[in-house]
């Protein structure tokens, strides 16, 4: 599979899942595991575009893919929008969710570049976050949704 | 005035994938534990056979119960430094890391296998048999109080460990006796799980030769990990603990758990770095508990609804064992402000702490402040609609006026300084309080049941340990570390306590690194992130360290400058000989005295002894209830709180609103709940009720200061008012939106189910069934 732009090839057992693939083969230890239930979404990358929760998927169901995680977010020193919004707006506290969050807002904003509160919330409702009670995080992405938009 | 908020020094690393967390960390040629946990409440280990998990693929070692007591590992007792009712002290039942003889609560800790990797590890947990004979369980604390329950631990006779009272009970009886009214209320603070997002884990490794243990975690500080780790036996200057970032803590982080002893264990046992990673389903089950107390009150009134006296009863339940902080903070709150912000001549309070088979019970957001306030707060809500008087008016009448300070308890605690009634005044103002009732009409007429509820309350904040101290070190082009043994997960430390330094010193804080409980700094007194402290306490020492820099940079300027020490003034990160253009830079001294030294003659330690503060706040929340479905949706909420003196607004709005959120989690839905016969029935994310974006839309802050003196800074405690805060408030406006509708009580959570019943409930009751 291609990981951040890196073609990464590895043996793995079956039962391998891609966030332990990610994490303990690959090192890229920003994708967090914060549940075994697939509700938490600390784990969230994307899959040939799409936001996925990375603990759903067996490593075997990624082969050949195209897999961005948080450490593929920013393009050199520049943060992507959504990383920019997330620490103008503290959105983050402890920053364990932030990852999965960031992972999962952007793909909301690919989806859907102007989004509704209700949608926005909507859009978070498989993202937890135990900090900030999530206010700062949906001005954070309103903010990451103006910026988009007018880029 | 402070810059526009461009993010925390923290937010790079955290936003890029470039935190560290405890699971992050890993050692060359470590091993992995995992734990086989107690399936059963409460039963007699008959033997256990590890045989077959020895023999599996990979597996190292097994531990059981008797290997960690043959490493000397002891019970570890609770911190609480008084005695109970009539000098009694705790009753403490024995407890090993490893169950040993029997297993009191499921999810306790059996046995450990460690192999060479964590799947490894975990198969072989499967493969370890043990033989229990059942024990009668007791699961409930009211249940474990009653002639003949089933006993929780046979050293603990009728189950209660802790029995506390304070205040004079005397004459709050015969006040009670007298009184005009009198209004009483019982209530649940059900038991919450703490989840922090970062599940359970650790790592550690052990060097034979000098003894000592490196030890990666999830804390709340270095010096209380240590001393929580000495409490089982392991001298703290034989640990290095570490942590970088930790995904938060909330209270449930202060101590160190059975399972990071028994890892130090196998570290030292097999002589490799043994790493153990948590799922949440055993976090859910071993993260020690929150709340859990059963609360009871009654407030005495004279025909003016003045306040006279209160008596209040709180049965906590400890769950199996009691936790570090667990006895201290379910007896000192209540002790520290029975009256809340009112004036209350007389009280009296007994507080019994109940054992049962059930996960343990510790400090969780607030720790026994959202439930006093939450008591007094439904207690005068309920005086005012029992009295006729208005509920404004009442809290009007009773609050402490402001000229009243320090203000003394009638259990002699004394409250630092405060404004209720102007906080109470603006509340109103922000939340058009006056305008509701057209708010109402118009929800009635769309089907909807629209609430306001309101709530004046403070907490203790703060305090605890005689001193903590922070050092403020030089490198070589004058930029600073600033060490403390402060325990950051979250709020922003490493950006707001340089800014203090930086402000003080007249220098952008970016020159001011801080390492935050480093093993590796200098040894340093002091307590954790723990009580909404940390400003007060090591921000408050940052503060004096750096002004210990400018004393100590007085003399030293002084040479360069060739002057007289007193004839120089320091200002804008200058020194400068009064009345001439002549200065000299903190910056430039103290590059050139760097170097010349381990020590640079700049460096500085200073000893901040800050006392309690009493943060308050008067909060209105408007909610609005679908009568058809049960469902509470919070309209809008609006807080005006007085945390002393505001160094970042940014970060205290953001402790305010996760503060409130949570509180809204417990009053909206969250219920950690174990069934008759002891099993967790809500151990995931599925069965356990979330926060999730948009339990509360639109939530409004401000700010009220008034400056606490009893630290440096002027600061209150932040960390938890909120919480404390919308408990009562949330409910108080749940009851105001049912109450037209008959509801006159209910329980939190307010989840539809419940709002539901007790809707249909008081629509029997109005309505007898025909025929």
């Known amino acids: ?151 | 005035m402070a810059a526009a908020f461009k993010g925390r020094r923290e937010d790079r690393r955290l936003v890029s994938g470039g935190g560290r967390y405890t699971a992050d960390w890993n050692l060359p040629g470590q091993l992995h534990a995992a734990f086989l946990r107690s399936d059963r409440p409460h039963a007699r280990i008959v033997a256990i056979d590890a045989q077959a998990a020895l023999a599996a693929p990979g597996v190292v070692a097994v531990l059981t119960g008797e290997d960690t007591l043959a490493e000397g590992i002891r019970n570890a007792p609770p911190m609480l430094p008084y005695p109970g009712r009539g000098g009694q002290p705790i009753k403490l039942p024995p407890r090993s890391v490893l169950a040993t003889g029997r297993v009191s609560h499921i999810g306790q800790e059996v046995a450990m296998v460690v192999a060479t990797t964590a799947l490894a590890a975990a198969d072989a947990v499967e493969r370890i048999s043990i033989e229990y004979s059942d024990l009668p369980a007791v699961i409930d604390a009211e249940a474990a109080l009653a002639p003949g329950a089933p006993l929780a631990h046979p050293e603990v006779p009728g189950n209660v460990c802790f029995d506390f009272d304070y205040g004079d009970e005397a004459r709050v009886k015969e006040i009670f006796a007298g009184a005009a009214r009198i209004t009483r209320v019982k209530l649940d603070s059900q038991r919450i799980c703490g989840v922090p997002m970062e599940p359970k884990a650790c790592l550690a490794s052990y060097d034979a030769q000098q003894g000592v243990y490196d030890f990666w975690s999830s804390t709340q500080g270095i010096t209380m990990m240590r001393g929580s780790v000495a409490g089982y036996g392991i001298a703290p200057d034989k640990v290095r603990p570490r942590a970088q970032d930790v995904g938060g803590g909330f209270g449930i982080r202060s101590g160190a758990y059975p399972e990071y002893i028994a890892v130090m264990i196998a570290a030292k046992k097999t002589g490799r770095p043994v790493k153990w990673v948590g799922s949440r389903s055993e976090t859910f089950v071993s993260d020690h508990h929150g709340r859990a107390i059963r609360l009871s009150g009654e407030l005495a009134m004279d025909e003016d609804g003045h306040f006279l006296a209160a008596r209040y009863e709180w049965v906590c339940n400890q769950g199996a064992f009691p936790s570090g902080p667990g006895p201290l903070i379910n007896t000192v709150t209540p002790k520290l402000t029975p009256n809340g912000v009112y004036r209350i001549p007389a009280v009296y309070g007994r507080n019994r702490l109940v054992l049962t088979n059930t996960t343990p019970i510790t400090a969780y957001r607030g720790a026994g402040r959202p439930d006093a306030a939450y008591l007094l707060e439904r207690l005068v809500e309920e005086a005012a609609r029992e009295s006729g008087i208005d509920r404004v008016e009442l809290r009007r009448r009773n609050l402490i006026p402001k000229d009243a300070f320090p203000y003394t308890t009638p259990t002699q605690s004394a409250y630092d300084s405060g404004d209720y009634e102007a906080l109470l005044d603006e509340v109103l103002a922000r939340s058009d309080w006056e305008g509701f009732e057209a708010r109402r009409a118009e929800a009635r007429a769309r089907g909807r049941l629209r609430g306001i509820g309101c709530a004046v309350f403070l907490e203790p904040a703060g305090g605890a340990g005689p001193k903590d101290q922070a050092m403020l070190k030089f490198g070589s082009s004058g930029e600073m570390t600033l060490y403390s043994v402060t325990g950051p997960s979250g709020q922003g430390h490493e950006t707001v306590f340089p800014e203090v330094v930086g402000r003080e010193l007249g220098v952008p804080p970016e020159l001011i690194t801080l390492r935050a409980s480093d093993p590796d700094g200098p040894p340093l007194d002091g307590f954790g992130t723990v009580g909404s402290r940390s400003m007060g306490a090591h921000g408050g020492a940052a503060l004096l360290a750096a002004r210990e820099v400018v004393r100590k940079g007085l003399e030293l300027a002084a040479k360069e400058l060739e002057v007289a020490a007193q004839d120089l003034e320091f200002a804008g990160g200058r020194f400068r000989v009064k009345g001439t253009d002549r200065s000299l830079a903190l910056v430039e001294l103290a590059r050139r005295h760097a170097g010349k030294g381990a020590v640079h003659p700049l460096d500085a330690t200073a000893d901040n002894a800050a006392g309690a503060t009493f943060p308050s706040g008067a909060h209105v929340a408007e909610v609005e209830i679908d009568p058809r479905t049960g469902a509470v949706e919070v309209a809008r909420y609006t807080g005006v709180d007085d945390c002393g003196v505001v160094v970042n607004h940014t970060l205290v709005e953001g402790q305010v609103q996760g503060g409130i959120v949570q509180g809204a989690g417990q009053v909206l839905g969250e219920h950690c709940v174990f069934d008759e016969g002891g099993q967790l029935l809500t151990g995931s994310f599925m069965d356990y009720a979330m926060p999730h974006a948009g339990l509360i839309g639109e939530l409004r802050l401000y700010d009220h200061p008034v400056p606490s003196p009893r630290n440096p800074l002027g600061v209150k405690g932040v960390g938890e008012s909120g919480t404390t805060g919308s408990l009562p408030t949330l409910m108080n406006a749940i009851l105001d939106a049912l109450r037209p509708a008959g509801v006159r009580q209910l329980d939190m959570p307010a989840t539809p189910a419940r709002v539901w019943a007790a809707l249909r409930a008081a629509a029997g009751a109005r309505q007898p069934p025909r025929g």
Do not use: W
Request: net charge negative; with cysteine.
């Open chain 1, 1 to 151: 599979m291609t990981v951040n732009g890196n073609k990464v090839s590895h043996e793995a057992e079956d039962r391998t899942l891609l966030v332990e693939f990610l994490r303990d083969t690959l090192g890229l230890t920003g994708t967090h595991v914060g549940c075994d239930t697939s509700q938490c979404g600390c784990c969230t990358v994307h899959v040939d575009g799409r936001a996925v929760k990375s603990c759903t998927m067996l490593v075997g169901q990624a082969n050949g893919a195209q897999v961005r995680t948080i450490e593929g977010m920013a393009e050199g020193e520049r943060l992507h929008p959504v990383q920019q919004a997330f620490t103008e707006c503290h959105a983050l506290q402890c920053g364990f969710c932030t990852p999965g969050m960031i992972m999962a807002v952007a793909g909301l904003l690919q989806d859907n570049p102007s989004p509704s509160d209700e949608d926005i919330i909507h859009g978070l409702e498989g993202n937890l976050c135990r900090c900030t009670g999530y206010i700062n995080i949906v001005k954070a992405v309103k903010q990451a949704s103006k910026t988009i938009g007018g880029a």
